[in-house]
C-alpha cells in the first residue's frame, strides 16, 4: 500500500472513531428509553457472482427497514488481506450503470474470506431499471485497473 493510502486510511479510522465515540456519549447521556423503530422485513437474498475471471463470489443478503436498508455481503475466493471498494449501481450485473450509493469497504480475512455490513439510509426501492451489488477489484479508482468488477449480484425487487 503507498504511502499516500496509508495517510488516506489513517485519517479516515481517526475521524471514523471520534464521530463513533460521539455518538456513543450522547446515547450515553440522553436518559430515558429507547425504542426500536426498525421494521421486521422477510430478508431478500441474492447471489454474487464472480466478474473478469476473478474467482470471487457469494452471497449477499437485504433487510429492509423504516427508511432505510442493509445490505450483508459475504464472499470468498478474495486475494487474503484485500480492500476493495463496493457500491450499490443503478442497471444490473448484465448492463451496468452508475454507483447510486456507495457501501463499506469490503476487506478479506487470511483466508481471502469476507463479510461486510452497510446501511443505506433510503427507501428500498429499486427503479425500473434495476440494482445492483458490485464489489470492485481494490480499494478506491486511483487507477485504472482498480474499477473492474470482481463479483456482482443482482438485487430483486421487495
Not at 479510522?13 to 426500536?36: D, H, K, M, Q
Not at 441474492?46 to 433487510?63: L, Y
Not at 481471502?112 to 455490513?117: E, I, L, N, P, Q
Not at 445492483?132 to 470482481?150: I, K, L, R, W
Request: charged content about 10%; proline content about 4%.
Amino acid at each position: 500500500m503507498t504511502e499516500r493510502r496509508q495517510l488516506f486510511w489513517r485519517r479516515l479510522s481517526r475521524r471514523t472513531g471520534l464521530a463513533f465515540l460521539g455518538v456513543l456519549a450522547a446515547a450515553a447521556c440522553g436518559g430515558g428509553t429507547a425504542t426500536n423503530t426498525a421494521t421486521t422485513s422477510a430478508a431478500i437474498n441474492f447471489t454474487m457472482t464472480a466478474q473478469n475471471d476473478s474467482k470471487v463470489s457469494g452471497t449477499g443478503q437485504i433487510v429492509k427497514g423504516a427508511g432505510s436498508f442493509t445490505v450483508t455481503i459475504k464472499l470468498t475466493g478474495l486475494p487474503p488481506g484485500s480492500s476493495h471498494v463496493s457500491h450499490v449501481h443503478a442497471g444490473s450485473c448484465a448492463a451496468p450503470g452508475g454507483i447510486a450509493y456507495a457501501l463499506q469497504e469490503v476487506i478479506a480475512d487470511s483466508s481471502g474470506a469476507a463479510t461486510t455490513t452497510s446501511t443505506v439510509l433510503t427507501t428500498y426501492s429499486i427503479p425500473a431499471s434495476g440494482w445492483y451489488v458490485n464489489v470492485h477489484h481494490e480499494p478506491d479508482f486511483t487507477e485504472a485497473g482498480y474499477a473492474p468488477s470482481d463479483s456482482c449480484g443482482d438485487l430483486a425487487a421487495a
